[in-house]
C-alpha cells in the first residue's frame, strides 16, 4: 500500500497489514529484529530516478510489499534542492540474508544501479561529526548555538532508540 | 577489462557523463578507476578523495553494490564486468 502524508517528505511503500493491524515488518523469517539485529543487518537498495520513474516503480513493487517479499519502500516526494541532488532516492528495505532475492525483483523491474547501504552506515552519518548531519546544520546556515542543539538532539534521539541493543526495533519516525 | 560506471546525483561536481563504459588494465583498483573517470569528468579525483589519499567520506563509492569502504577502500581490485556506482552520501536516505 503507498502511504502518502503530506506533512512528510517521503513516500511508503508498506504492506497493509502494517497500517491496519500494525504488523512489524522489521523482521527476518517473520521474527522481529532487536536492535542489535537491527543495526547488524538491516539495510536497503538505493534506487534513483525523477519523480515519475520512481513513482512508476513504487507502483510495480507494491504487490511485492503485500506478499511481504520486500518489506518496505520508501522514496522521495521531491527533488532534495539544498543538496544539488538531481534525482530522487528510493529506499527498498529488507534483511542482508535476503537482499540477493529482492535485488532479483529490482533488477526484473529494470533497475539498473546497484548500490547496498546498512541503515547503520546512514545513522552514523546522521551522528553529531557524520557527513550529512553537518551538510544539513551547514544547508541552513545555522549559527554554533543553534548547531550544538541540533547535534546534542541527534545524539539524544540515537542514544535513546537504541539504548537497550536485546530490545525489539520500533522504527524511526520520518 | 570492461568495467561499467554509473555516476548518480553528482550534479554538484557537474559531472559530464554519468554513463561510462571503460577499458581498464588488469590490476584496475578504485584509486586507478578513479583516476581514469576523472579524466572523462575533472575534478572526480580531487573530490572522492580525501588529503590522505583514502575515499572521501563526502560520497559512497559501489562495486557490484557494496560499499568501497566495507572492501578494501581504494586498493579494492576490480574484475572484468564489475559495475561501479558512486553517489553523494547524502543521497544515502
Same mark, same amino acid.
Given at each position: 500500500m503507498i502511504v502518502d502524508r503530506p506533512e512528510s517528505h517521503f513516500i511508503f511503500v508498506v504492506p497493509l497489514d502494517h497500517i491496519e493491524y500494525r504488523y512489524n515488518y522489521i523482521t527476518l523469517r517473520g521474527e522481529p529484529l532487536t536492535n542489535k539485529q537491527y543495526l547488524e543487518h538491516w539495510g536497503k537498495w538505493l534506487v534513483f530516478g525523477l519523480r515519475e520513474e520512481v513513482e512508476e516503480l513504487a507502483r510495480k513493487l507494491d504487490p511485492y510489499v503485500e506478499e511481504k517479499k520486500i518489506p518496505a519502500v520508501k522514496y522521495d516526494r521531491k527533488l532534495i534542492t539544498e543538496f544539488q541532488l538531481n534525482r530522487c532516492v528510493m529506499c527498498v528495505y529488507c534483511h542482508d540474508e535476503t537482499k540477493d532475492e529482492v535485488w532479483e525483483i529490482l533488477s526484473a523491474l529494470g533497475v539498473r544501479d546497484k548500490a547496498w547501504m546498512y541503515e547503520r552506515e546512514t545513522l552514523e552519518k546522521w551522528l553529531p561529526g557524520g557527513v550529512n548531519l553537518e551538510k544539513w546544520i551547514q544547508g541552513r546556515g545555522l549559527d554554533h548555538e543553534n548547531a550544538e542543539r541540533v547535534r546534542a538532539d541527534a545524539r539524544a534521539k540515537f542514544k535513546k532508540m537504541f539504548a537497550d541493543e536485546n530490545e525489539i526495533f520500533t522504527g524511526v519516525y520520518q | 577489462m570492461k568495467i561499467d560506471v554509473r555516476l548518480n546525483l553528482l550534479g554538484v561536481l557537474g559531472i559530464k557523463q554519468s554513463e561510462l563504459a571503460l577499458d581498464t588494465p588488469a590490476d584496475t583498483t578504485v584509486a586507478s578507476l578513479i583516476g581514469l573517470i576523472d579524466q572523462h569528468n575533472p575534478g572526480f579525483a580531487a573530490a572522492l =578523495?580525501? #588529503?590522505?589519499? #583514502?575515499? =572521501?567520506?563526502?560520497f559512497v563509492f559501489f562495486v557490484n553494490g557494496r560499499n568501497a569502504m566495507s572492501l578494501d577502500g581504494m586498493k579494492t581490485r576490480l574484475n572484468a564486468g564489475d559495475v561501479i556506482n558512486v553517489i553523494p552520501a547524502i543521497a544515502g536516505g
Open positions: - | =578523495s580525501t #588529503d590522505d589519499g #583514502d575515499l =572521501s567520506p563526502q
